[in-house]
């Protein structure tokens, strides 16, 4: 069962209030929930069509990051069965989507984040990999760095007439050497390729394109359909399998990772929490309210409670820990 990321999309409120659902019954259990508990919950659960998105949401992720025992099934799931095998056709039609979510395996594999199926498998089969929270330096064999962020896989095929790497899934960094064969060196996304012209540079794939930012020397771009353009030093531009953006400074935060560091230079909240968010297991969300706000600073990447504790601190919000693993910014 293939679930789009449209599928689960819910609005920030209704997550947080399905998050709270599921603390709230998941810590009581079957046999400690009250009638009227689970009748109120039943009562939010059909109140809007995205309250039973953002339980799905909830239901699914939770399947991720707290697996039952089968012997102890005191998780909101089960009570939701108890209640709808007492209760009318409304009830059941408002508990279906739940169960068969639950009893599905898709969205816990794939996780909070959608990644499409195909590159989620490429990057199982990748020669390097990374997990969440986990950076890796690679040294290949004529000595070129490559540095893979957190969630990345790279493959990589060198031959007697090039030196190819290619990114199925995250964000590396690439220090090239010279080499004494003096093949080219490519690197390639789904989107096309790049072709190092003696360089430090940076790659990200994003849903929709392909982040190349360059620190040193230059790059060259080529679409899957035939597009070209040179990125030069201290540039970035972003391109899909038919085009390339405009000319951009190459955003510093883009090379601050391979230091451990998330880079905020007066970015809105909501930016640095999605940055943070990428180095968790689990969700880490901010409240509308304080999106927006402004920050500037330097912060530990892998240690992300840290980073965290810092906003927690400099700035007027709270760090609101409904679930082991559903995180929010709130307001002070």
Known sequence: MLVTEEEVRAD?????????????????????????????WLAWLDARPEHRQAWRHIEAVSRRFEPMRAEDQRDAAAAAVQVASRGGMGRRRALAAVATLAGSGALGWLGWRYTPLADTVAAWRADYRTGTGEQRDIVLADGTHVWLNTQSALDVHYDGSERRVALQLGEMFVDTAKDALG?????????????????RFTVRLEPESTLLAVYEGRVRIRTANGTEAIVASGEQR???????????????????????????????????????????????????????????????????????????????????????????????
């Open 183 to 199: 093949r080219p060196f490519y690197a390639a996304t789904r989107n096309g390729s790049m072709q190092a012209l003696g360089t």
């Open 238 to 332: 972003r391109f899909t399998i038919d085009t390339i953006s405009a000319r951009e400074l190459a955003d510093p935060a883009h090379e601050a990772w391979i230091r451990g560091v998330v880079l905020a230079e007066d970015i809105p909240l909501a930016q640095l929490v999605a940055e943070l968010g990428r180095y968790r297991h689990g969700h880490l969300g901010v409240a509308p309210e304080i999106a927006s706000l402004k920050v500037v600073g330097r912060f530990p990447a892998i240690e992300s409670d840290h980073a965290l504790a810092m906003l927690e601190r400099d700035l007027p919000v709270r760090v609101q820990r409904t679930l082991p693993w559903w995180t929010t910014l709130e307001p002070r």
């Open 12 to 40: 920030y409120a209704s997550l947080e209030q399905a998050a709270q659902w599921y603390a709230s019954l998941h810590t009581a259990g079957v046999g400690g929930t009250s009638d009227a508990q689970r009748a109120a």
